[in-house]
């Protein structure tokens, strides 16, 4: 009998628990699983935190996708299309930029969700999303670079601005962000800025 190939779109949670599941189904042939993704790792997520505050290392929240997914098959691509009707997922391949297709009999979508960027004006622009990789590596390095500057600045006004971290949206993980941010603050004044007070650093969460 010929084995039934399951999609999954995505590599998130949702296709780790789908692959664990479909595992002992997959060695014993019955079911193809195939994730097709665009990143060739997956991000445990409730560690963002800790790792934007720099208590642990990026590497101890990513997992290579190969790994983590196995035995499925992992294409790296971006996701463009569903195409219900023939059963098909349009997808650009990674490895050239070229457009590529592939069949499915049974599908699972799991490609996350958006976050709400529209709430403050200049959010998309310039903040950090929480649910990209790189912005969450790029504001690891933010924070700290935030506090070089400031203390090497006397004006009052371009020290609060630097000294002022905004997150928007007040949910389970802002919160934890905001927590781990206070945490930092308390601990990088008293070890390597002496010349910033603690009460000059603001967290605000919105
Ligand atoms: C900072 C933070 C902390 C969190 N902490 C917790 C926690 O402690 N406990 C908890 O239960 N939940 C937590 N969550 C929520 C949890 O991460 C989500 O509920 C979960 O990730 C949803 O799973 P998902 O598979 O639907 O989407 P995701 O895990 O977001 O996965 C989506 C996947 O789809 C891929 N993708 C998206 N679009 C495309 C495309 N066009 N082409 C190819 N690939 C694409 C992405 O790269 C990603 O691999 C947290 C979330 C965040 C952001």
Redesign the pocket.
């Known amino acids: 009998m010929k084995a039934r190939r399951v999609v999954v779109?995505?590599?998130?949670?949702?296709?780790?628990?789908a692959c664990s599941r479909f595992r002992r189904a997959v060695k014993r042939g019955k079911i193809e699983l195939i994730v097709?993704?665009?990143?060739n790792f997956?991000?445990w997520?409730?560690?963002?935190?800790e790792m934007i505050a720099g208590k642990i290392s990026p590497r101890n929240i990513l997992t290579p996708?190969r790994r983590v997914f196995a035995p499925a098959k992992v294409i790296?691509?971006?996701?463009?299309r569903i195409d219900r009707g023939n059963k098909l997922i349009h997808?650009?391949r990674e490895v050239d930029g070229l457009p590529d297709d592939i069949e499915y009999d049974d599908l699972i979508i799991?490609?996350?969700?958006r976050?709400n960027t529209g709430s403050f004006p200049g959010l998309e622009q310039h903040g950090y999303?929480?649910?990209e990789?790189e912005h969450?590596f790029q504001l690891r390095n933010h924070i700290p670079r935030m506090f070089e500057l400031a203390s090497s600045t006397s004006d009052a006004e371009e020290r609060k601005a630097m000294l002022t971290f905004f997150i928007a949206g007040g949910g389970?993980?802002?919160t934890?962000?905001a927590g781990e941010l206070g945490v930092l603050a308390k601990k990088i004044t008293k070890r390597d800025y002496a010349e910033i007070d603690r009460s000059e650093v603001r967290v605000v969460l919105s």
């Open positions: 779109l995505g590599g998130g949670y949702c296709a780790l628990y097709i993704t665009k990143e997956h991000i997520h409730g560690f963002i935190g996708a790296l691509g971006i996701i463009n997808f650009t799991s490609i996350g969700t976050q999303k929480l649910k990789w969450c389970f993980s802002g934890e962000v």
